[in-house]
């Protein structure tokens, strides 16, 4: 995929949630900088108060924490054509208590921190857009969340593969077991008997 339909990509987005004359648009552009991350390398760790920003142009992301027993869980997965970052730490400045690694190669276009001040301040709807974009994740985090406090595995694991038909076959089982909750064997059980 070319760096110009990256770029569109992210125009697209964006224009979903405002306004943007051209001379916006190519501003935009100049502050992003494209950066292809590996499987399995950290976006941004725990501890680390994040820098950055990414629109994730391909591939897949995944926040995950460390329990107090020291267990890895996946809270949820970030794919193509959505940003990425611990908002309230990035907001803050105070260090993030999630990791935010890649489950495939992602290509991902990244505004610094730096950048992403220069456009709040110089692009007037700017924060309104990353407002909007903003909720619309928090709305969609949470509709994702709510009903799996209250289902069986079976019906978590049927409608992760209906909410999200494209991911299921692109990340790896222990992953999607840890995030609908259940031990690996549990998640093939639920399979195999589907």
């Not at 992210?10 to 979903?16: G, K, R, S």
């Not at 267990?71 to 935010?100: C, G, R």
């Not at 407002?131 to 985090?141: G, N, P, Q």
Request: aromatic letters at 10%; glycine letters at 2%.
């Amino acid at each position: 995929m070319t760096i110009f339909v990256a770029m569109d990509n992210l125009i697209n987005y964006l224009l979903q949630f405002g306004q943007l004359n051209q001379q916006q648009i190519d501003l935009v552009k100049r502050k992003v900088e494209v950066v292809d991350l590996k499987k399995d390398d950290y976006f941004s760790e725990a501890g680390k108060i994040p820098k950055q920003v990414a629109f994730i142009n391909k591939g897949i992301l995944r926040v995950c924490y460390y329990n107090s027993k020291g267990d890895e869980i996946t809270k949820y997965f970030v794919d193509e054509n959505n940003f990425a970052v611990d908002i309230n730490s990035f907001n803050q400045k105070i260090p993030s208590s999630e990791y935010v690694q890649a489950v495939t190669d992602c290509t991902l276009l990244i505004f610094s921190a730096e950048a992403f001040k220069e456009l709040s301040t110089t692009i007037i709807v700017w924060d309104s857009m990353i407002s909007k974009i903003t909720e619309k994740a928090l709305i969609e985090k949470l509709n994702k969340l709510s009903p799996m406090l209250t289902e069986d595995a079976s019906t978590r694991y049927l409608n992760f593969l209906e909410k999200f038909p494209t991911l299921a076959n692109r990340i790896p089982l222990s992953y999607l077991a840890s995030y609908l909750g259940i031990t690996q064997s549990s998640l093939s059980r639920i399979r195999r008997n589907i």
